[in-house]
């Protein structure tokens, strides 16, 4: 059982930062593929960031140019660096970890941009 908990949300106003962290119980050798996904309310989950075991990177085309996505292998945490934040990036955001094709997920953060 893979464990992903995340921290690093807050209230922050339009064009403020914040950075999101995902600490993992798995290492990151043995994971195929993570990601950060979030939940606006009344809307469905959708795929923000994610990062591949070989290195590649993707981001939604309302990210692209303001979120960035790391990872410490030390650490065993992963990162989404959020800059330049809009009021339509208002939601819960989740961590997710894709092991031997299993999906396990974060509790959420909440992140709220409003002036």
């Known amino acids: 059982q893979v464990q992903l908990v995340e921290s690093g949300g807050g209230a922050v106003q339009p064009g403020g930062s914040l950075r999101l962290s995902c600490a993992v119980s798995?290492?990151?050798?043995?994971?195929?593929?993570m990601g950060w996904y979030r939940q606006a309310p009344g809307k469905q989950r959708e795929l923000v960031a994610s990062i591949f075991n070989d290195g590649t990177i993707n981001y939604a085309d309302s990210v692209k140019g303001r979120f960035t996505i790391s990872r410490d292998y030390a650490k065993n945490t992963m990162y989404l660096q959020m800059d330049n934040l809009k009021s339509e990036d208002t939601a819960v955001y989740y961590c997710?970890?894709?092991?031997?094709?299993?999906?396990?997920w974060g509790q959420g953060t909440q992140v709220t941009v409003s002036s």
């Open positions: 798995e290492s990151f050798f043995s994971i195929h593929v």
């Open positions: 997710n970890a894709n092991l031997w094709s299993c999906d396990y």
